[in-house]
């Protein structure tokens, strides 16, 4: 069989490890608008091991009190986790700050940590290593495992309820194991032991046959819309009209195979990296110049990101995010050597083909992918020229930190 691990309101169960105070009280995490790396000043960075989930670099690790959310008399910021507690009164992720102290006024907030967070999810996951086979990392609070010609299928209980009490007594974290035959039946039956409990499903049909087409993993607003107004509105009414998804084409049978737990999927312990990117929301803005600037500070850590992972991209990916719900995006695939300015240059020109609308803009991604050790022939000399200086600025940033090197373009 295969296990589902989802750890209980992560974040909030970090802080909790550290502060008892924060025990059996409504607690948030809150996220504003990141502010610390356009900063001019010298700014506190990580970079994360391999399979981190909260990015490979962290910027800033300063501790904050309520006043951080306020600005100009209103109260910035958004709910990222909720504990229990907070969410028994209707309080969930997604919840803007103010509304959630609307809601419960002596809510405690604290700001993310995400250098906590990723170094529990690690340290978890080499301890999953030693007790299962095979473990797939899903997001930093979620993983799965094959105990298939590991453990008996009569004694997946009493294995999953030990790891879960292991976890417990040497993490002190509150996760929820869910168990089947599939991956994805067995992340479903994670959201019915929660929280902080177990469960297994040995009959597949007899489990889904009642349950809303909305709670299966991979069912968004736009699929539940189309399959409600179809008549489907269970699994069991999904199991029934296989004929159906199947004219959808890859995604409907995949779709179907892995409601109706015959999909087969393997747990994956680890792919290869396809991209880097790195992207960042703020406060509106709506002076392009100062958004080229910030792109231009994207693109130092990008960089930096880039050179540590010693690939080479050759495709490059931006997208925009405006004040009123509207995205742009642009790309271009370029066979050079990779250096800093290039990707200053290309991301730049990328932005000015992605700016469409005339609106505020509140978030900036950059990505590069696709690697592979080339160059075209008329830029080749010139690339391997900027090659040595930006292993030479890679040096000093590992040895002085991100901010030793900073162009004269990023500076307000």
């Given at each position: 069989m295969k296990i589902h691990l989802d750890l209980d309101c992560f974040f909030v169960s970090a802080h909790r490890i550290e502060d008892k105070s924060l025990l059996n009280k409504p607690v948030v995490v809150v996220k504003r608008n990141d502010r610390e790396i356009f900063k001019n000043q010298k700014t506190k960075y990580y970079t994360m091991n391999e399979g981190a989930f909260t990015g490979d670099l962290i910027v800033g690790d300063e501790k904050y009190d309520k006043s951080y959310f306020l600005e100009n008399g209103k109260v910035r910021g958004i709910v990222v986790t909720a504990s229990y507690e907070a969410r028994a009164f209707g309080i969930k992720t997604g919840t803007t700050l103010a509304e959630a102290l609307r809601i419960y006024p002596d809510l405690t907030v604290i700001t993310p940590d995400y250098k906590l967070y990723h170094l529990l999810s690690y340290k978890l996951k080499l301890f999953l290593k030693k007790k299962i086979p095979f473990v797939e990392q899903y997001s930093i609070d979620e993983f799965f495992g094959d105990l298939e010609g590991w453990v008996e299928e009569d004694e997946v209980y009493e294995f999953i309820r030990e790891l879960k009490y292991e976890i417990k007594e040497k993490f002190n974290l509150p996760v929820s194991i869910g168990a089947a035959k599939s991956k994805w039946i067995a992340k479903l039956a994670t959201s019915f032991a929660k929280p902080d409990g177990i469960k297994v499903v040995k009959n597949t049909d007899e489990f889904i046959k009642d349950i809303p087409v909305e709670k299966f993993p991979g069912i968004g607003k736009r699929i539940e819309k189309k399959l409600k107004e179809k008549g489907i509105l269970t699994l069991g009414d999904v199991k029934r009209e296989k004929e159906y998804f199947y004219s959808w084409g890859k995604s409907g049978v995949q779709l179907y195979k892995r409601v109706c737990g015959i999909?087969?999927?393997?747990?994956?312990?680890?792919?290869?990296?396809?991209?880097?990117?790195?992207?960042?929301?703020?406060?509106?803005?709506?002076?392009?110049g100062e958004i080229v600037r910030r792109i231009g500070v994207l693109c130092r850590y990008l960089s930096f990101l880039v050179k540590k992972k010693k690939v080479n991209p050759t495709f490059y990916y931006l997208s925009i995010k405006y004040k009123h719900s509207k995205k742009s995006k642009a790309h271009i695939k370029l066979d050079r050597i990779f250096n800093e300015l290039l990707l200053k240059e290309i991301m730049t020109m990328l932005f000015y083909k992605a700016d469409v609308e005339n609106d505020y803009i509140i978030s900036i991604g950059i990505s590069v992918s696709k690697f592979k050790k080339v160059s075209n022939l008329f830029d080749l000399e010139k690339d391997k020229k900027m090659e040595k200086l930006n292993d030479a600025i890679y040096k000093l940033r590992s040895k002085y930190g991100l901010s030793a090197l900073v162009s004269a373009s990023e500076i307000i």
């Open positions: 999909d087969n999927e393997e747990v994956v312990e680890k792919s290869e990296r396809k991209s880097i990117g790195i992207s960042r929301r703020f406060d509106p803005v709506y002076d392009r």
